[in-house]
């Protein structure tokens, strides 16, 4: 199975490619425009033909898929709405076609409560003229592409919330073979599908092939969930991060009859999409999903990769008609000898270490807790923020230095009022002695007097 990554635009087109290595993706699915706003971007024949010889001799990254525009809804009963999609999912199929994508992922839009049944006749009408418009059989060199109606979330009015709603809109097309699916792993949790066991991811593998045949799985889109299954809603996450789980990834995309389909991841990464990380995670998960089966290693089914999923040289050599046949064909071996495939994968289990080797693989998932020992050290690391109130010490004893600044003037306040009563006290004795004076010096006028009026000396006029 290949792995590959939706990388993001800016630059040129085969700066795509580049991007992809960067992050080690065997396959990209890019935008051939703004994914929100209608105006398409223009190429010129000769940029396309630039992007098909990149992606033809490119040694890593083997495919290529493009996205359709969000705004595009081809359910809406809204003429308007419904004219302006076609024109751009048109547009958006010449493009990818150009580029000699693998298939082109259409979000078919929302029907807006008219209901599935009316919505179906206009769905079918817009992927028929698309598919007409866009199939220059004039141009030779670039190869047919297929639409790839993608299952929803479920939310609102969404035309293929279930694998069946989508076997019928390709029914009502006709059964035109330039129609496929992409089943994306976040969508189908999303509307309340589980594959947590392999007996669970065997039985969606199997309505898949009942419904549409395996031929029609032109990617799967590989995403974990934030949201909980049946919460009809689209939210990604990062692969074993999620509600989903590697687990449960692992036990539907390590099916080996899904060998053929590439997984591309539209993960968020760290907020700029797929990482290196999250590629080597999806590689992990899938080995871990092959063994919990017994089958062969990942790189032992590459050539079933190369079956369904052609290099651009290849697919632009083939011609529309021989290459369903070589579909059907690749796909037909893969289903004749399931159990000598079982069988002789445990006998390479045995023989081949790194079958037996891919728990050893998970060992740095193990080794996440010893990641986290920083986080337990960082108590010791705020050591020194205990030790700030001991620092601080010195300020608390400030006050105490200066308490005998603060005594100092008790104590001068003291002896002057010591002195100022002592003062008083003087100046009291003072008083007392100044009126014992006065006291001395009456009584002595006052004994003068009297004898100055003594009987020896009769007053005048006095009777004898």
């Known amino acids: 199975m290949l792995i590959g990554a939706h990388v993001r635009g800016g630059g040129t087109l085969v700066?795509?490619?580049?991007?992809?290595?960067?992050?080690?993706?065997d396959a990209i699915q890019i935008f051939t425009q703004s994914p929100r706003q209608w105006k398409p971007t223009q190429y010129a024949p000769d940029?396309?033909?630039?992007?098909?010889?990149?992606?033809?001799?490119?040694?890593?990254?083997?495919?290529t898929y493009?996205?359709?525009?969000?705004?595009?809804?081809?359910?809406?009963?809204?003429d308007d709405l419904y004219g302006k999609s076609v024109t751009c999912l048109t547009n958006n199929l010449g493009v990818a076609?150009?580029?000699?994508?693998?298939?082109?992922?259409?979000?078919?839009?929302?029907?807006?409560?008219?209901?599935?049944?009316?919505?179906?006749?206009?769905?079918?009408?817009?992927?028929?003229?698309?598919?007409?418009?866009?199939?220059?059989?004039?141009?030779?060199?670039?190869?047919?592409?297929?639409?790839?109606?993608?299952?929803?979330?479920?939310?609102?009015?969404?035309?293929?919330?279930?694998?069946?709603?989508?076997?019928?809109?390709?029914?009502?097309?006709?059964?035109?073979?330039?129609?496929?699916?992409?089943?994306?792993?976040?969508h189908l949790f999303a509307s309340g599908v589980t594959y947590a066991t392999v007996e669970s991811a065997d039985g969606v593998v199997e309505e898949v092939r009942t419904r549409f045949g395996l031929d029609r799985l032109g990617c799967m889109h590989l995403n974990d969930s934030k949201v909980p299954s049946g919460s009809n809603r689209d939210r990604h996450e990062n692969l074993g991060e999620g509600l989903i789980g590697g687990d449960a990834l692992g036990a539907l995309i390590g099916h080996p009859e899904l060998a053929a389909s590439p997984a591309l991841l539209e993960v968020p990464g760290e907020g700029d999409g797929p990482r290196a990380v999250d590629v080597t995670a999806a590689r992990r998960i899938l080995a871990a999903g092959a063994s919990l089966r017994g089958v062969a290693?990942?790189?032992?089914?590459?050539?079933?990769?190369?079956?369904?999923?052609?290099?651009?040289?290849?697919?632009?050599?083939?011609?529309?008609?021989?290459?369903?046949?070589?579909?059907?064909?690749?796909?037909?071996?893969?289903?004749?000898?399931?159990?000598?495939?079982?069988?002789?994968?445990?006998?390479?289990?045995?023989?081949?270490?790194?079958?037996?080797?891919?728990?050893?693989?998970?060992a740095p998932a193990k080794k996440a807790p010893a990641k986290k020992a920083p986080a337990k050290k960082a108590p010791a690391k705020k050591a020194p923020a205990k030790k700030a109130p001991a620092k601080?010490?010195?300020?608390?004893?400030?006050?105490?230095?200066?308490?005998?600044?603060?005594?100092?003037?008790?104590?001068?306040?003291?002896?002057?009022?010591?002195?100022?009563?002592?003062?008083?006290?003087?100046?009291?004795?003072?008083?007392?002695?100044?009126?014992?004076?006065?006291?001395?010096?009456?009584?002595?006028?006052?004994k003068k007097a009297a004898a100055k009026r003594s009987p020896g000396k009769p007053r005048k006029g006095a009777r004898r």
Do not use: F, W
Not at 66 to 78: E, K, P, S, V, W
Not at 413 to 439: C, D, E, M, N, S
């Open 15 to 25: 700066d795509r490619l580049e991007r992809g290595v960067e992050v080690g993706a």
């Open 47 to 63: 940029v396309l033909a630039t992007y098909r010889e990149a992606a033809g001799r490119h040694p890593s990254v083997r495919a």
């Open 66 to 78: 493009c996205h359709a525009t969000y705004l595009i809804n081809i359910a809406t009963d809204d």
């Open 97 to 186: 076609r150009g580029m000699a994508a693998s298939g082109l992922v259409l979000h078919i839009g929302s029907h807006k409560g008219s209901g599935i049944d009316a919505a179906l006749p206009r769905v079918a009408a817009a992927l028929t003229r698309a598919l007409e418009e866009a199939d220059d059989p004039g141009d030779q060199d670039a190869p047919r592409c297929p639409i790839l109606l993608e299952n929803a979330a479920g939310a609102g009015g969404t035309v293929g919330r279930t694998l069946q709603e989508l076997e019928a809109v390709i029914e009502t097309a006709g059964g035109d073979d330039r129609l496929g699916i992409c089943v994306d792993t976040q």
């Open 297 to 362: 290693p990942p790189d032992a089914v590459a050539a079933l990769d190369q079956a369904r999923v052609p290099s651009v040289s290849a697919r632009v050599d083939a011609s529309p008609q021989k290459r369903a046949p070589a579909r059907r064909a690749a796909t037909a071996r893969a289903q004749e000898k399931p159990a000598v495939k079982k069988g002789a994968v445990r006998g390479a289990a045995v023989k081949k270490a790194p079958t037996k080797k891919a728990p050893t693989k998970k």
């Open 392 to 446: 601080k010490a010195p300020a608390k004893k400030a006050p105490t230095k200066k308490a005998p600044t603060k005594k100092a003037p008790t104590k001068k306040a003291a002896v002057k009022r010591a002195a100022a009563r002592k003062g008083t006290t003087k100046k009291a004795v003072a008083k007392k002695a100044g009126v014992k004076k006065a006291a001395a010096r009456k009584g002595t006028t006052e």
